[in-house]
């Protein structure tokens, strides 16, 4: 157990809705990212927050927002979904100092019907 | 920008046989470098990582990497694997700024009996 949870585990949704994915990080940590893992793009980075603030932006469309509330959970959401959109979604933590571990929750099934 | 090469897509090995799996990396500054590793419907776990020092890292379940830097490689080697090491492998980088990871595009590890 990483200690960074994520919900919901699984979610099937229609074209052009819209979905909010949930993370709490590890206790303590103060950065919380993003990946999208796909079969053909892999394992993209969306964006890091750190303490509430934006500190690194990703290949996040435009339909994808985020955001760090001030007890430092965070909220991935996304808009107008697309078929391609279909994947899975990690959210990790760290102490946010460059080189710290960074732990993975087991993240979110998005899967766009 | 910093970048990830995995040589390698799939590693099919023999239980009880030798392993490496290659990574190379791009970078115009400083790195850091890490291991991680998927197993079906789970998150990443972290192996090891290279933050400075010696160029010999050893990790979690008998795995090392070693890093390279006039070769810029940080390949992973363990000396006998198990069935229980089918997995996926993850090579990544930070650099010493925003502490985002950037992940190769994978290797999947299969061991055999």
């Known amino acids: 157990d990483s200690g960074v949870t994520q919900t919901p585990k699984h979610l099937i949704t229609a074209t052009g809705q819209r979905v909010t994915l949930r993370c709490s990080p590890r206790?303590?940590?103060?950065?919380v990212y993003w990946y999208q893992q796909s079969l053909d793009q892999g394992l993209q980075f969306l964006i890091q927050?750190?303490?509430?603030?934006?500190?690194a932006k990703g290949n996040i469309l435009e339909r994808f927002s985020a955001q760090q509330f001030p007890d430092l959970h965070s909220e991935l959401n996304l808009s107008s979904l697309e078929l391609g959109d279909s994947a899975l979604y990690f959210c990790?933590?760290?102490?946010?100092?460059?080189?710290?571990?960074?732990?993975f929750g087991e993240g979110s099934w998005l899967t766009v019907v | 920008a910093q970048s990830v090469t995995q040589l390698d897509s799939q590693v099919p090995v023999f239980e009880e046989a030798p392993v490496e799996l290659r990574c190379n990396y791009s970078s115009s500054v400083s790195v850091y470098l890490f291991w991680y590793v998927q197993y079906p419907n789970q998150g990443l776990q972290l192996l090891l990582k290279y933050l400075s020092g010696s160029t010999l890292v050893k990790g979690i379940n008998g795995f090392e990497a070693e890093f390279n830097k006039s070769q810029t490689s940080f390949h992973l080697r363990k000396p006998s694997v198990h069935i229980s090491d089918t997995a996926e492998y993850f090579c990544?980088?930070?650099?010493?700024?925003?502490?985002?990871?950037?992940f190769g595009q994978g290797t999947e590890l299969s061991v055999k009996p």
């Open positions: 927050y750190y303490n509430g603030e934006e500190r």
């Open positions: 206790s303590g940590d103060l950065s």
């Open positions: 990790a933590s760290s102490a946010g100092t460059p080189g710290n571990t960074i732990y």
């Open positions: 990544a980088v930070t650099d010493n700024q925003g502490g985002k990871l950037i």
